[in-house]
């Protein structure tokens, strides 16, 4: 009997809800609180809130509903998965962006939960992301494969890029100065302030050898980052 109740014991998810409405953390608490295996170890109703107490409780798995508490440089998400590396992260209530998606990909969540999600749903990606899995809508799988494609080690643009020493957040940029965006327009894009922009662009205009915008374009056209 007691083996059977250790096991119980370690297979039951921890789960931390972080959820600005009251309404939505209540009934998630209820929701979670019928499952034998899922346990609500802790809320909040704001990012700042969260930290200590979802630190101290140590969660398998943190429910999100504000999609920029993972994109922040110093959110919520990217402070907590430090203290806790093993934790997974599981969006709900999500748009159908695909750059939101993408976004979320890109900075290690599990899981990604669209607004029409049912209540089985989410607590069936709970139990997906705490063994490992992720959880994609079907609908954003094209962007995801396109992602994964674009990304790929073998992809020419991606060895003309290494070659010439830019970064991941530098290769977006070329691609939106590419396309005539202004210092705003791409700071909006990429979530970034301005003056963030400007600092990347100064280091990669000094990698190109360039002085201005035109002329770095000519530049990274010329060593082949377009076909």
């Not at 009251?22 to 990012?47: E, H, I, N, S």
Request: proline share 3%; glycine share 6%; with cysteine.
């Amino acid at each position: 009997m007691r083996t059977t109740s250790s096991q119980s014991e370690q297979s039951t998810v921890r789960v931390f809800l972080l959820a600005e409405s009251r309404l939505l953390r209540d009934v998630f608490v209820r929701l979670l609180a019928r499952k034998t295996d899922l346990q609500v170890v802790g809320v909040a109703g704001r990012p700042e809130q969260a930290i200590v107490p979802a630190i101290s409780a140590s969660p398998d798995v943190i429910l999100c509903d504000s999609l920029a508490d993972v994109i922040s440089d110093n959110g919520t998400i990217r402070v907590l998965r430090r203290d806790l590396p093993n934790l997974k992260v599981l969006m709900f209530g999500m748009d159908c962006e695909e750059e939101n998606f993408l976004i979320a990909v890109q900075q290690g969540v599990s899981g990604y939960l669209l607004k029409d999600a049912s209540a089985l749903e989410v607590a069936s990606a709970i139990r997906a992301v705490a063994r490992g899995d992720a959880v994609c809508p079907p609908r954003l799988c094209t962007a995801l494969f396109s992602y994964v494609a674009g990304s790929s080690s073998w992809n020419p643009r991606a060895q003309v890029a290494k070659k010439l020493g830019l970064t991941r957040r530098e290769q977006q940029l070329v691609e939106l100065i590419s396309q005539g965006l202004t210092n705003k327009e791409i700071a909006g894009r990429l979530y970034l302030s301005e003056q963030t922009v400007k600092n990347h662009l100064r280091r990669m205009f000094r990698k190109s050898g360039s002085s201005d915008r035109l002329q770095a374009v000519g530049f990274w056209r010329a060593q082949g980052f377009w076909t």
